[in-house]
């Protein structure tokens, strides 16, 4: 079977911004080549590439990352039998999780002096698709009206582990599941992504700024601002890679394969879903108060039989700007056009597959060599089209 990995290199300016903070509040930085870079972390732009599977998914092919987990099953187990109660339904809820994952699920010690008893929940977040929850409620309903040591049965425990192991939703088998308390459920990640980092050097800057207070009584206030504070920023043209090991991602969805619709259609719609979330999204960070809503200046896109190349070091040297025309979009292209063919050439990974570019404006330019040149509509077409073709030939 042709192994099919896809790759996505991306350059992105983004201005004055926080996208992804530490504790303290200052955008993350990272050392590389000597020099401070500005970082935003995997888990952020994973985060966002989630919630853009929201507009391009059915909610059924989705799942919920959540330590209310027994609240979450609970209303499906309610939606099956109205006759059941919402405290029964919590029990019924925990006791199924636990059978299906080996997590216990208790009721919260923070809360145990609250007037109303809150629901019981997981120790840490437990993500599960919309078809196993679905599973969990029908099993658990079952277990409503049968004998007390229905879960004590081995048939049944093996029924709920099945369940939970099946019929994946699109973003667990993309980005992997760990449940700590049954390893043998774990989910492997199809997707990888990694901290997108500043092609030049970047340091942060601080604001400092005042909010007024509009009821103020100007003749007998004092004149000062109703409030003060700083907020630190930076500005970067970044590069953003990821990849998809396509053969694992069809894996985790086998099970989940529909008998109404081809066998490549899951693992394409994946695919699509992945290309179009990861180029399109953008971490939340402090973008209300940036407004730094860009797109990608350029994404060069590359299928590959062997394994995934992640090309940063062509930036390894920071890239400078020229006293004349300033920017860091041409440099970084220029860099990136030059290091991947001559990279392919000394480790003979040239032509495993088609390579796709998707770019903006001159400064781009550089790029146009590597591929077929693509609008986003085209590059999301052509990618679904390569996987399902090498799908079918597996």
């Known amino acids: 079977m042709t192994r099919t990995v896809l790759e996505l290199h991306v350059l992105q300016t983004v201005p004055p911004s926080c996208l992804n903070r530490d504790d303290t509040g200052t955008p993350k930085s990272a050392v590389y080549g000597g020099v401070r870079r500005a970082r935003v972390s995997s888990q952020a732009w994973k985060r966002a590439t989630r919630r853009a599977f929201e507009g391009l998914l059915d909610p059924a092919e989705l799942g919920v990352r959540t330590r209310r987990v027994a609240e979450l099953l609970s209303e499906r187990i309610m939606r099956l039998d ?67 040591d229905y879960f004590k049965d081995k048939a049944v425990k093996e029924q709920a582990r099945q369940i939970a192991n099946s019929r994946h939703s699109v973003d667990i088998a993309l980005f992997g599941r760990m449940v700590a308390d049954g390893a043998d459920i774990n989910v492997d990640a199809a997707a990888q992504v990694a901290h997108a980092i500043s092609v030049h050097q970047a340091e942060n800057e601080s604001d400092y700024y005042t909010a007024v207070d509009d009821y103020k009584n100007r003749e007998t206030d004092d004149l000062g601002a109703g409030m003060i504070g700083t907020v630190e920023f930076n500005s970067a043209t970044l590069y953003r890679f990821a990849a998809v090991d396509v053969d694992l991602l069809r894996k985790n969805l086998g099970k989940g394969l529909r008998d109404d619709q081809p066998v490549t259609e899951p693992v394409r719609r994946s695919v699509e879903a992945f290309v179009e979330g990861f180029l399109t999204s953008l971490p939340t960070g402090k973008i209300n108060t940036f407004g730094n809503h860009t797109l990608p200046d350029a994404v060069v896109v590359k299928v590959r039989s062997s394994r995934p190349i992640n090309c940063v070091a062509a930036f390894e040297e920071p890239c400078r700007t020229e006293p004349e025309t300033g920017g860091y979009v041409r440099h970084a292209s220029e860099a990136l056009a030059s290091y991947i063919p001559e990279l392919e050439r000394v480790y003979g990974v040239a032509g495993e597959g088609p390579t796709w570019v998707l770019r903006v404006g001159k400064n781009t330019g550089a790029l146009s060599g590597l591929g077929t040149e693509v609008t986003l509509r085209e590059l999301i077409t052509a990618i679904g089209d390569e996987v399902a073709r090498r799908q079918d030939g597996a």
């Open 82 to 148: 109205g006759g059941i109660e919402q405290a029964e339904a919590w029990t019924l809820a925990a006791e199924t999780i636990q059978l299906a994952t080996g997590s216990k699920i208790e009721r919260p010690k923070r809360k145990a002096a609250a007037e109303e008893e809150p629901a019981p929940e997981s120790k840490y977040l437990m993500f599960l698709s919309a078809h196993q929850l679905d599973g969990l409620a029908e099993l658990a309903v079952k277990a409503h009206g049968a004998p007390k």
